[in-house]
């Protein structure tokens, strides 16, 4: 794979170790999936990502499919990592399911809901990063995983128009790495946080499995999570 070209800009998350894997980050107006199981760190990346977007005084939009604003902002409190204040100061707009009903007037909201009031969340604050946590409520609609996969398609295109780089949340499902199967191809990296119980503990590992168009360390790496959050550690170090 060729390397990265200099002019190149990447859009850093502050994960420790992270950054370095990816080369200094997401390449900018990218969309990036990032999957793994239940408890594996994925709502905690997110937050990292928006705010080291907020530490650089960019604005972040960050939908909440899964929990409530209270919710994440509660969760957020475990670690130093300052979201709340973000919300307070409008550098981080956070929205969940509810908000985003009332929104779109529906009374279960979709791919497709979302590609029409995407604009309405992102241009208002001239956003430069957007989450989607998580994209796997959003295709329960669907009747098929085509019209699902065409919904996302459009879904994606209308956040490009926005010239946002975007983390959008799937989850491990089964035997796949994602819900549907379909996430990996769609977006322009993929990202999976691995969790497996060995004996009486948790292990965590991160692996980019593809980033387009660019180099980027494909190895797996340990991470921890700690007071100050994730912590992506050199390839073999045991913590």
Same mark, same amino acid.
């Given at each position: 794979?060729?390397?990265?070209?200099?002019?190149?800009?990447?859009?850093?998350?502050?994960?420790?170790?992270?950054?370095?894997?990816?080369?200094?980050?997401?390449?900018?107006?990218?969309?990036?999936?990032?999957?793994g199981r239940a408890g594996s760190g994925k709502t905690l990346f997110s937050m &990292?990502?928006?705010?080291?977007?907020?530490?650089?005084?960019?604005?972040?939009?960050?939908?909440s499919v899964d929990d409530d604003a209270e919710s994440v902002l509660r969760a957020?409190?475990?670690?130093?990592? $300052?979201?709340?204040?973000?919300?307070?100061?409008?550098?981080?707009?956070? &929205? !969940?399911?509810?908000?985003?009903?009332?929104?779109?007037?529906?009374?279960?909201?979709?791919? !497709? !809901?979302? *590609?029409?009031?995407?604009?309405?969340?992102?241009?208002?604050?001239?956003?430069?990063?957007?989450?989607?946590?998580?994209?796997?409520?959003?295709? #329960?609609?669907?009747?098929?995983?085509?019209?699902?996969?065409?919904?996302?398609?459009?879904? #994606?295109?209308?956040?490009?128009?926005?010239?946002? *780089? $975007?983390? +959008?949340?799937?989850?491990?499902?089964?035997?796949?790495?994602?819900?549907?199967?379909?996430?990996?191809?769609?977006?322009?990296?993929?990202?999976?946080?691995?969790?497996?119980?060995?004996?009486?503990?948790?292990?965590?590992?991160?692996?980019?499995?593809?980033?387009? +168009? *660019?180099? &980027? !360390?494909?190895? +797996?790496?340990?991470?921890?999570?700690?007071?100050? $959050?994730l912590v992506v550690h050199n390839q073999g170090q045991v913590f």
């Open positions: 794979m060729e390397g990265q070209s200099p002019e190149e800009e990447r859009v850093p998350t502050g994960i420790t170790g992270f950054d370095e894997m990816a080369r200094g980050g997401f390449p900018e107006n990218s969309i990036n999936i990032l999957s &990292h990502y928006v705010m080291e977007g907020a530490r650089r005084g960019e604005n972040s939009v960050y939908v957020s409190r475990q670690y130093d990592l $300052g979201l709340e204040k973000a919300v307070d100061k409008g550098l981080v707009r956070l &929205h !969940d399911y509810e908000s985003l009903m009332e929104r779109t007037g529906q009374g279960l909201v979709d791919f !497709d !809901d979302l *590609t029409r009031s995407v604009d309405q969340l992102l241009q208002p604050t001239e956003a430069e990063r957007i989450v989607i946590d998580s994209i796997a409520g959003l295709g #329960i609609a669907e009747d098929s995983v085509n019209e699902m996969r065409r919904s996302m398609i459009r879904f #994606i295109r209308r956040v490009r128009e926005n010239d946002v *780089t $975007g983390l +959008f949340v799937s989850e491990a499902w089964e035997d796949r790495e994602t819900r549907y199967g379909v996430e990996e191809y769609i977006g322009d990296s993929m990202v999976v946080l691995g969790l497996e119980q060995m004996k009486n503990q948790l292990n965590r590992s991160i692996n980019i499995r593809k980033m387009r +168009f *660019t180099d &980027h !360390d494909s190895s +797996f790496r340990p991470i921890e999570i700690t007071d100050n $959050g």
